[in-house]
Nanobody, 126 residues
């Protein structure tokens, strides 16, 4: 059974930084692309960033470019999201997801992901 567990969220002041982690189990982690999504209160879940199975390629939503960095450690079955210059509008529940299939060539598309973890909450204060 595939399981992902997010951690690292918390309360941070605007312009601050946080590192989120996503520990995955029950799958051949190095064969799956991974992505971060977020859902702000009262809004739809939105795509944040994705990374290919090897970690060589990454893709970001425009609103986080140059502020967030997605990375992975395939030896530890863990995905990361380094967030800098946080803004009030980054407040949300952040969750991770593996791609639907191994070596998914469409890994950079939102539609490649369909199952998310419980999430970790990030609150940015002024």
């Amino acid at each position: 059974q595939v399981q992902v567990v997010e951690s690292g969220g918390g309360l941070v002041q605007a312009r601050g930084s946080l590192r989120l982690s996503c520990a995955a189990s029950g799958l051949a982690f190095s064969k799956y692309a991974m992505a971060w999504f977020r859902q702000a209160p009262g809004k739809e879940r939105e795509f944040v960033a994705a990374i290919s199975w090897s970690g060589h390629d990454t893709y970001y939503a425009d609103f986080v470019k140059d502020r967030f960095t997605i990375s992975r450690d395939n030896d530890k079955n863990t995905l990361y999201l380094d967030m800098h210059a946080l803004k009030l509008e980054d407040t949300a529940l952040y969750s991770c997801a593996p791609s639907r299939s191994q070596f998914d060539e469409a890994w950079f598309r939102r539609s490649a992901y369909a199952s998310w973890g419980q999430g970790t909450r990030v609150t940015v204060s002024s």
